[in-house]
């Protein structure tokens, strides 16, 4: 076995799972990894930043010490540059020593691909000055955290609205700047729908953090001295000493591309339920590289999460050790905070929903994470979409204080299972006041949503 | 119409609902309550006592005077003595006025009987006695209250450890006393197995409150005063300035059973799926007073909590006003707190399983509510249990702090959809640092218990 390594060295749980299976005299397992880490949660990235985990360390999941202790020979700080992969098993591949410049080839007779995401970093005037930074790995989180330590300035500008923009204006609000948050879209997270979205935007504005919407940024302009001063739109400059971009991340999938293997719409990989590389019997890929089946929706899409990466990482590995398991797809779920406010999503959008050719109710619901009674019960907005007719649970989204992100979960299970929003309404939660209304904001959400579907008819 | 309001004022939501869907023109409603109080949260009791909740008002749901202003004939403090109910619709009640003692028949076209449940109250010496209080009432509350604030003394027992006891144990703690549960089950929460009780029983050491199990209670013990002074099991006496009752309830169905209406092995009412008496078209009943499916077993079982008895409320409403809707179960979730102990069950103990003749597996894990590495990430023990050979998840058990008890809605979903073990590993949850680790802890609970089948076989 040949693996490459992710940029967050995500092909560590796969290698590990592997070997659990199959002992070193059964299954040789090479990975490369062209980074300084091996396996490290990148989701921490921005905690760390902000000063809630004390240090870089914490983030890191097995050392590259760890992963050889267990049988697998890592080649930290080595770039796999070109890949040859024969379709019915076997292949090379062509790797870099980035200390030395040495390249060799190395034989598989079966290979893992989990290459990661890169972030999208437009090609836009003076995006590369000193102090803009992007969070995506561990040496990025380094970089602005030394920016941070060094700047006597206060004004941030963040790039972008999504789980990593908000994520990252919550950390320089904690070092005590003034952020700015730049937003393209018309509210920030763009993964609700805007009317939620909006609620993140005024629950953003009590926080002290500005968001500009419906700009996008035109350029990164520098001083005299070479670093950032402003970030541009069309309509306005924004002062900023240190400048964060939480644009997004895509597929990285150059070398896949490269050799030929297929990529779907969003230029991730395409694998089949065992995470095999379609076409490839004994290529696997998994992670931020691959695109994945959304169960809602019927279509692949790019979902880059480490939950994903971390389920995939198990399915391969038992794949490559000799046993079996499947991937059935997501149905898109995710949480975040700014703050103390929370932020969930699962299954379709209302444009999701059209777009599919799903016609839709959409309702909207206002409750309390506790019994109304009870001390610090903090006010929560469900909206939920059901399919006209069927009443089929589409989607999910919450906002709210204390509480209201895992409730995401319920409608998780409840897509999952392809649940009607009638079903739901008799779901057995738990409740105490301590924890719930009698009747959970979600099971509020489907009791209204009942009612949109008898109206709606067909 | 006509109704006979439970202890708690159940028959509320039935009523309100009926009365959404026909004007007072169409369907005149009469509704009993015998007590001072109409619609209130009983499960609200506890924090009420302990001083989480400032007063008793912030319970009651709606006043009589809300009631009948939505054109609803509420006769407070007036109980329902006989009830007359032929098999094809129609009958009548006799009720008393409780103050004037005046009796009178009223008959009726449709009857909803929310009757609600009573406190077990074991016929010991002296359980009587001043100073010894149930918590089921509004009025049970205030009396409570009223000894605490009298009482010069600081040694509380709680008789039973089942979710009132420990949730009293706590109020008592908070008010100053030292506090003894006498339990007669071998752990506190029977509704746990015993391993994840002991558990609660650690934790309660914790806080300070002494637990004494397999100590059923023999006697109360009063002073020359004739008012409490402790409580006596087989072994040892136990000093008690205040005890409390907290060993469960049971249905009322004093009426019913008189009037030949059909019971469970519990004592509930038996009903079909749209909460109607069964053999009686024009008879429904609801809230504690009745049985329900236990979808996980197949079985009737008598599950007395305000979530379900508000769900019943809303079909019964909606059957009374014309409209339809049923209730097809439940699954056995339950929620509850000790302090910052949170404590939550769904589906079947073990035992249950053994008693229904299900085969299963059973694995526990640790894992905790947050990312490791995320600040104040809390541990969280969660039990599984699968059925061997199909892997069907039959039920879940959490102990943990923040974060535990809600988790197990995940688990209560997966459980009316009839999901298997294996397929819960791939759920797609919502997962950032500050809400759980990549692996939300009833994943990582499902991935054991996929193992524990395999090893298991058929």
Known sequence: MG?????????????????????PTELEIVAFERSHFASYSACGIPYWVG????????LIARTPGEHRERGIDLRMRTEVVELDAARHGGGRVRSRDLESGAESWTDFDKLVIATGARPVRPSLPGIDAPGVHGVQTLDDGQALLDTLSRSTGRRAVVVGAGYIGVEMAEALLKHGYEV??????????ATLDPDMGRLV???????????VNDSPVTAVLTGPDGRVRAVATDDAEYPADVVVLGIGVEPETTLARAAGLPLGAYGGLLTDLAMRVRGHEQVWAGGDCVEVLDLVSGRERHVPLGTHANKHGQIIGAGVGGGYATFPGVVGTAVSKVCDLEIARTGLREKDAREVGLRHVAVTVESTSRAGYYPDAAPM????LAERGTGRLLGVQIVGREGAAKRVDI??????????????????????????PVWDPVLVAARKAVAAVREAGY
Request: charged share 20%; hydrophobic share 35%.
């Open 180 to 189: 700015t948050v730049v937003n393209r879209g018309e509210q920030p997270m």
């Open 3 to 23: 693996g490459l390594g992710g940029r967050a060295g995500r092909g560590g749980p796969a290698a590990s799972q592997a070997r659990r299976l199959k002992e």
């Open 51 to 58: 000063g809630d985990v004390p240090g870089r360390d914490e």
């Open 381 to 384: 907005t469900v909206k939920m």
């Open 201 to 211: 935007h005024e629950a953003m504005d009590g926080l002290g953090i500005t968001t």
């Open 411 to 436: 409608a998780a299970v409840a897509l999952t299972a392809g649940m009607t929003v009638e079903r739901m309404t008799s779901l057995d939660l738990g409740y105490a006041p301590p924890f719930s």
